[in-house]
């Protein structure tokens, strides 16, 4: 054991001869926080794209899992989803007419179809399951209201935990501060910090207040390259890192 659940080497993108991802390489840990940051452009979708197996590399590994022996590229979304692979993107994909609980349920029974959930009868400890559940993403209280009544922040809540319902070993999270208050900021901040305790969770985000809260190593992608790595001070202060931002 290597101490990597993720492994991604030397991956390579090229759309219409514009390479998106350039020989880039990353690896996070079984029980890590990590947030990604970098300008317009630098790669971060894709990279997600990637480990989903939306896009396919062009050249590179992505090996996962506690002893790395998978290579997650040539696999489908749907399989990789299964092997324990969460993705959150950055608008809310719930189910607005039906209430968190029956949302989480969803989850939960990980059965897509809100018709299926109508007719299925939850067992006991499924809805002791699904009540944990929304005390932990802070819904206990909106438990029985309609998905589309919830706040923009709530809603992200809520997908956040339907994604921990099928209990990924990896979550990739896409810009969750977006269009938060400051106190839902702080929420979604201990809830990814929450959840981190026992899988892997990256964090693509533009909102450097956000990162600092996360209080997590950080990588910068710069040009589909990783560009600088540590602590949001370490890559900061890097001058790379600065002139990159400053557009230099
Ligand atoms: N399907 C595609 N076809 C052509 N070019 C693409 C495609 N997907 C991404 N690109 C290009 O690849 C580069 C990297 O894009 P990507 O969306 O991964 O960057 P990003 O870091 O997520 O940017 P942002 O912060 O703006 O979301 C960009 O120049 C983008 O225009």
Excluded at 74 to 79: K, S, W, Y
């Amino acid at each position: 054991m290597n101490g990597s659940l993720l492994e991604v080497s030397a991956v390579s993108v090229t759309f219409d001869g514009f390479k998106a991802i350039n020989r880039l390489s990353f690896s996070i840990g079984p029980t890590e926080l990590r947030a990604i940051i970098g300008p317009n452009g630098a790669g971060k979708t894709t990279f997600m794209d990637i480990v989903t197996g939306k896009t396919r590399p062009d050249e590179g590994q992505v090996l996962w899992g506690e002893e790395l022996t998978r290579n997650l590229v040539g696999m489908d979304e749907a399989r990789i989803a299964r092997a324990g692979i969460g993705r959150k993107f950055q608008r809310p994909t719930v189910f607005e007419d039906q209430t968190v609980f029956a949302n989480l349920l969803m989850a939960h029974k990980n059965n897509r179809s809100p018709l299926a959930v109508l007719f299925y009868k939850p067992k006991r400890q499924d809805i002791a399951a699904v009540e944990t559940l929304a005390a932990r993403i802070g819904l206990a209280e909106q438990i029985r209201r309609k998905a589309g009544e919830l706040s923009h922040g709530q809603k992200q809540w809520l997908e956040i935990g339907m994604l921990l319902a099928q209990d990924p070993k990896l979550l990739l999270v896409d810009e969750p501060a977006a269009g938060m208050t400051l106190g839902e900021r702080e929420r979604t901040a201990d809830l990814l910090k929450e959840a981190a305790k026992t899988r892997a969770v990256v964090v693509v985000e533009h909102d450097m207040e956000f990162v600092r809260r996360l209080g997590c190593k950080v990588t910068v992608f710069h040009e589909g390259s990783m560009l600088a790595e540590g602590s949001l001070d370490h890559v900061t202060r890097n001058q790379d890192v600065i002139d990159v931002y400053l557009g230099r």
